[in-house]
């Protein structure tokens, strides 16, 4: 199960949302707050409180940075519907 941890409106986000949508990947969305000091859950699993974070439980992969999340859905997921 994919699950990313995001805000609405954050175009990082949106980016990341849109590549898993091409893909046609499930995932759920982990909504986060808007203020840092609140994004307790974030900073457990990443180690940071940026978003957006996308977490790979199959594979056990936890990925922060937009450029990065995509580079990784697209080498792992191309071609897997």
Request: charged share 25%; glycine share 4%; net charge negative.
């Amino acid at each position: 199960m994919l699950e990313l941890y995001q805000i609405e409106g954050c175009s990082y986000c949106q980016v990341v949302r849109e590549t898993l949508d091409d893909l046609g990947l499930a995932y759920v969305i982990r909504p986060v707050p808007a203020a840092y000091a609140q994004r307790d859950r974030v900073r457990e699993i990443s180690g940071q409180t940026l978003v957006p974070v996308l977490v790979d439980n199959e594979r056990h992969v936890v990925i922060n940075e937009s450029r990065d999340i995509i580079a990784y859905l697209r080498e792992h997921y191309s071609g897997k519907h």
